[in-house]
């Protein structure tokens, strides 16, 4: 089946950085998406992009399926972006999400 | 819309009795999916139901448990009898054609 590599698996930003988060994976995909655990641990949709760019606010992602990855871009993080960001991917017929194991990011005031 | 709601937001039962969570899917969403998560093993996808019926209940961990959709707005993930193991945290989640899932706050069940 496919796997889904997330990187880096911890991060720690000071308020005001940017970071760059990466999802690989194995096989062709006809769903990505991005999602956010808050530390409340509700989680929300940030992005269906199975391809091409979009942008919402601060955050931004790129996905190239040609090359099987995916990159999520924070600009100017705050803490509220604190958080396990997630990537999840599932191709043909099956709507079964396969999930990477998340970036754990923490954005420090 | 209101979103995914899931009830009750936190549930405490003692092993052995019967644990009943709810779901109400985003309103025209044609997806349905029942997942679990814990420390130990993340997410885990349960089940998911198209258009009110079951597809892929293959991460069901056992007997004691099972889910019904009966219509299109609601959801149901029952545990008898329940056990300290099947402590987590039960989310839903709904979407149109699989995509673009919405998720619920969650249902935090301990079990003592």
């Known amino acids: 089946g496919i796997q889904v590599e997330q990187s880096p698996p911890d991060l720690i930003l000071q308020e005001g950085a940017n970071s760059t988060l990466r999802c690989n994976f194995s096989?062709?995909?006809?769903?990505l998406q991005w999602f956010h655990q808050n530390p409340w641990g509700q989680l929300i949709n940030l992005f269906y992009i199975p391809s091409g760019t979009k942008q919402n606010g601060r955050l931004s992602a790129t996905t190239v399926a040609t090359e099987r990855y995916s990159l999520l871009y924070i600009s100017s993080s705050q803490t509220t972006d604190s958080g396990v960001y997630f990537c999840a991917v599932n191709a043909g017929n099956n709507r079964k999400l396969i999930w990477g194991l998340g970036t754990s990011l923490a954005v420090n005031p | 819309d209101a979103g995914v709601i899931q009830s009750p937001r936190h549930e405490v039962t003692e092993m052995g009795q019967e644990v009943t969570l709810r779901c109400k899917p985003i309103s025209g969403h044609d997806y349905l999916f029942w997942y679990r998560q814990t420390m130990m093993r993340g997410l885990e996808l349960l089940i998911y139901f198209n258009n009110n019926v079951p597809i892929d209940d293959s991460g069901m961990p056992e007997d004691r448990f099972s889910a019904k959709m009966p219509n299109a707005s609601f959801s149901t993930l029952k545990i008898q009898p329940s056990e300290p193991r099947d402590s987590a945290v039960y989310f839903c989640a709904s979407s149109w054609e699989g995509y673009g899932y919405t998720f619920g706050s969650g249902t935090r069940l301990t079990v003592v």
């Open positions: 096989d062709s995909v006809n769903n």
